[in-house]
């Protein structure tokens, strides 16, 4: 059961065998805290393309898993090196080149936490663990795409809005984000 700060549960860089285990934990996350930010069209348009997995954060290892006792998945997040800033594996537009950690910001992506373990900390130990893996890489910043649901979330850990942006969905609606940054 939930409860405090979830001193119970392991954080570890998720690996290849998790990739079937994360989809059903984004899609839980987005269902049952998403729709205090967007209409249930928005949701169902969203997920997949721009709110699902990137398994190249898996595959390159810079994606964190927060696991119960039970095994059960309770969130997920991670950063990238990569440019692509957002989305999962069936985005428009990837572009999974490299950043220069020297000039480009490191990307924090995917950040998705299971509604029965919401603001238990887990969110920020995970985004703790992502700026610590970025800075060990060189980076100096990080900036990310928020959702307006965890807008808030990020506010909270000192990240900035500079811009807000309608990503387009199939059925002619867009599902509205912030980029934000802050320096690691």
């Not at 950043?99 to 995917?110: M, S, V």
């Not at 950040?111 to 700026?131: K, Q, T």
Request: aromatic share 8%.
């Amino acid at each position: 059961m939930p409860g405090g700060d979830a001193p119970q549960l392991r954080y570890r860089l998720a690996t290849p065998a998790d990739i079937p285990r994360i989809p059903p934990l984004i899609e839980a996350s987005v269902r049952g805290l998403g729709p205090q930010a967007y209409s249930p069209s928005q949701i169902e348009q969203a997920l997949g393309t721009w709110l699902g997995l990137d398994t190249q954060l898996v595959l390159d290892g810079t994606y964190f898993v927060a696991e119960a006792p039970d095994s059960a998945l309770a969130a997920c997040g991670g950063w990238s090196r990569r440019k692509t800033p957002f989305g999962s594996d069936h985005r428009p537009g990837r572009d999974d080149a490299l950043l220069d950690p020297r000039t480009g910001a490191a990307k924090i992506r995917a950040f998705f936490v299971h509604p029965a373990w919401a603001r238990h900390g887990i969110g920020s130990r995970i985004l703790d663990l992502c700026e610590q893996a970025a800075r060990a890489e060189g980076f100096s910043r990080a900036e990310m795409g928020a959702t307006l649901t965890g807008l808030p979330f990020y506010r909270r850990h000192g990240y900035v809005e500079f811009e807000r942006i309608d990503l387009p969905l199939a059925n002619g609606e867009v599902l509205p984000i912030v980029w934000m940054a802050r320096a690691l």
